[in-house]
């Protein structure tokens, strides 16, 4: 099945269309920076661009950075607070005149890697944790999605993990590839130490540098790197769409 996949992310929004038997990208990708403000009226403008680039039709699936329950917003996330409570799949058929399923972006990534990627075939318990803006969770168990599971926000010092090792943090407080993994090692641990997972997988932009940071983290679990990385979003979101994840 051909799907429009779409992945929103804090700085860009990108969309392809996906060949869901094969993870395969049949188009080329469209990216288009993500409008600031990122207000639910500003980022439905966008997301409309990306559909009327490809003059879409057909199935749609986006992924998105914010705690969701079946389409609606939690909370903002790192988008803009005015998202809370919004119905974000409606919001996108109102403004795109085609049907959306709307599911988290990390879960979206991680459909793609359980699918196509490193987690093919892996049973038992497969955390998927992607290390970007934030840090986004997908958890699996025999090869399916528990959804919305947020992982990041697992609290250390009084605050969310995410505030202290995400992607963004390193950059933001520049620390080296060696101190920031020394951080992701207690991260690892602390989930390590909740879920027992069989797998850990690292996804998200730091992924492409896992050998920079890896041997900071001691965990008894295994932990290898995601296969889709960029692409894994819109892959993901693709999948969600096919399968009808609500
Ligand atoms: C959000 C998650 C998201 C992750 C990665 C976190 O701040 O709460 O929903 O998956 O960032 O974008």
Not at 70 to 90: E, P, T, Y
Not at 229 to 234: H, L, P
Request: proline share 3%; charged share 25%; glycine share 12%.
């Amino acid at each position: 099945m051909k799907v429009l996949g779409i992945d929103i992310g804090g700085s860009g929004i990108k969309g392809a269309i996906v060949d869901t038997k094969t993870g395969v990208l049949v188009s080329e990708r469209h990216r288009i920076a993500t409008p600031q403000p990122a207000t639910p009226e500003n980022v439905a403008a966008t997301l409309k661009k990306i559909v009327d680039h490809f003059n879409w039709k057909g199935k749609a699936g986006c992924g998105f950075p914010t705690p969701l329950l079946h389409g609606k917003c939690q909370s903002g996330g790192n988008l803009h607070k005015s998202w809370k409570g919004v119905q974000a799949n409606d919001l996108f058929k109102k403004k795109s005149g085609i049907d959306f399923t709307v599911v988290n972006d990390a879960d979206a990534a991680a459909l793609a890697e359980m699918n196509f990627g490193a987690g093919k075939d892996k049973e038992g318990l497969v955390a998927v944790i992607t290390l970007g803006t934030g840090i986004g969770s997908g958890l699996f168990y025999n090869g399916e999605l528990i959804q919305n599971t947020e992982l990041g926000h697992v609290t250390y010092k009084n605050e969310a993990f995410e505030n202290y090792a995400a992607d963004s943090i390193r950059k933001k407080e520049d620390l080296s590839y060696t101190k920031w993994g020394k951080r992701l090692n207690k991260y690892f641990n602390h989930i390590e130490l909740i879920l027992s997972p069989d797998l850990f997988i690292i996804g998200g932009g730091a992924s492409k540098k896992l050998d920079r940071f890896i041997d900071e983290i001691e965990t008894n679990s295994p932990i290898i790197p995601a296969e889709n990385k960029n692409e894994a979003g819109i892959i993901g979101a693709a999948i969600a769409a096919a399968e009808g994840i609500k």
